[in-house]
């Protein structure tokens, strides 16, 4: 079963708009949630988290909100840049039920920002 | 801060073969854990390594076993290798501190191909 879905597998958006990636989870105990970025040949690279406890994270360009209610995270970039273009991954985990560590993936979004 | 490291980058293998993959550490992390990445999908949580000791396990079999070096390091090891098994293993490390939220950081993987 997969735990944490990606819908959208890839989105295509202008180089200055919002890329908005989303992302659903159906396991109420996940309660810590991060977003990666990977390019071609390397590792996937850290963006941005968030705990249960909040709904709302920013970082620079990234914002991350949290809906518990509808099981659902997003991921916002603003202003979207060509170097943003990757494949992004929704990952979480059940910290609080001593699940540390074991990371649950979606699929993945690929993103193109077009110049 | 020297990030986390694996080798080789690249492997090829004969189904029923045995394969060990490499892992260091990034500075100051004390946790490892293990995924297995195919071509299109999420990486899937295969264990973790804590204290040298195996602490969590995801949905795969015995042959797949693991080790943790006192420097934190660690080997992935793959025994009786199938074709399935071919796939993109990413090591990824974090410093497990208790009651906090700690993001893990990936290396550029090891791509296995089992022929």
């Known amino acids: 079963d997969q735990q944490v879905k990606q819908n959208s597998p890839s989105l295509s958006v202008q180089e200055g708009r919002i890329s908005i990636l989303n992302c659903d989870y159906t396991n109420s105990m996940f309660d810590y949630f991060l977003w990666y970025k990977k390019y071609p040949a390397e590792g996937p690279t850290f963006l941005i988290s968030?705990?249960?406890?909040?709904d709302k994270n920013e970082d620079g360009r990234f914002t991350v909100f949290l809906n518990k209610s509808a099981k659902h995270l997003s991921l916002h970039i603003v202003p979207s840049q060509p170097g943003d273009s990757a494949v992004y991954f929704c990952?979480?985990?059940?910290?609080?039920?001593?699940?540390?560590?074991?990371?649950?993936f979606g699929q993945g979004t690929t993103l193109q920002v077009k110049p | 801060e020297t990030g986390v490291t694996q080798s080789p980058t690249h492997l090829i293998k004969t189904r029923g073969q045995q394969v060990t993959l490499r892992c260091s550490s990034q500075?100051?992390?004390?946790?490892v854990s293990w995924y297995q990445q195919a071509l299109g999908q999420g990486p899937q949580f295969i264990f973790q390594y804590y204290r040298e000791e195996e602490n969590g396990r995801g949905n795969f079999p015995p042959r797949f076993s693991g080790l943790q070096f006192p420097n934190y390091s660690s080997e992935l090891n793959v025994n009786a290798l199938e074709l399935d098994d071919s796939a993109l293993y990413l090591c990824?490390?974090?410093?497990?501190?208790?009651?906090?939220?700690?993001?893990?950081?990936f290396g550029p993987g090891t791509r296995l191909t089992v022929l």
């Open positions: 990952a979480a985990s059940a910290e609080s039920s001593g699940n540390t560590g074991k990371l649950i």
């Open positions: 968030i705990s249960s406890i909040k």
């Open positions: 500075s100051g992390h004390n946790t």
């Open positions: 990824a490390s974090r410093n497990n501190i208790p009651s906090s939220y700690n993001e893990q950081f």
